[in-house]
């Protein structure tokens, strides 16, 4: 089992920055993928961003591309969402999700571990 546990939302005016941290713990060698998701009021959980753990290429939604960076820490075992140029459109619960398959993947269900989702409010 992993377990993952996210820090680091919070309350930010548009245009400002904030970072999440995703510390994993448990049986992480098996970790291939670490991924950001976000799900707004109403909506579908959705893909942010992600990275492969051996090697960091990573992957971002569109609307996320140069303002947001994801990243990792091997010795920790932590990732980290750097979130800069924040529009009140970003404001969702943010979860880490791990990978355990060879292949990226932006959908949600293919993701087996879950943290318990940090709250992210950019107001206007």
């Known amino acids: 089992q992993v377990q993952l546990v996210e820090s680091g939302g919070g309350l930010v005016q548009a245009g400002g920055s904030l970072r999440l941290s995703c510390a994993a713990s448990?049986?992480?060698?098996?970790?291939?993928?670490m991924a950001w998701f976000r799900q707004a009021p109403g909506k579908e959980r959705e893909f942010v961003a992600a990275?492969?753990?051996?090697?960091?290429?990573?992957y971002y939604q569109d609307s996320v591309k140069g303002r947001f960076g994801i990243s990792r820490d091997n010795v920790k075992n932590t990732v980290y969402l750097q979130m800069n140029s924040l529009k009140s459109e970003d404001t969702a619960v943010y979860f880490c999700?791990?990978?355990?398959?060879?292949?990226?993947?932006?959908?949600?269900?293919?993701?087996?571990?879950w943290g318990q989702g940090t709250q992210v409010t950019v107001s206007s």
């Open positions: 448990g049986r992480t060698f098996g970790i291939y993928f």
């Open positions: 999700a791990a990978r355990s398959t060879t292949w990226i993947s932006r959908d949600a269900y293919e993701y087996g571990y």
């Open positions: 990275i492969r753990w051996s090697g960091g290429m990573t």
